[in-house]
């Protein structure tokens, strides 16, 4: 008999739904920020992990130097 087991993996993903309400509560003028602001959950997580890979790169040049 083989053993069948699945591995499930559930993302949640925080920052687009964090998003999305604030898209929501702006355009229902529940809040007054910046557009800015507003977008933060989409291009805070993607500006991280680019000044993480900019430091790794950054350290690995000058580790081979």
Not at 8 to 33: A, C, E
């Amino acid at each position: 008999m083989s053993n069948n087991t699945k591995n499930v993996s559930v993302n949640f993903p925080i920052f687009g739904i964090l998003g999305l309400i604030f898209i929501t509560l702006k355009l229902t003028g529940h809040i007054t920020w910046s557009w800015l602001w507003v977008l933060s959950p989409f291009w805070i997580p993607l500006g991280l992990a680019l000044l993480i890979f900019l430091i790794v790169f950054l350290f690995a040049f000058f580790e081979n130097k």
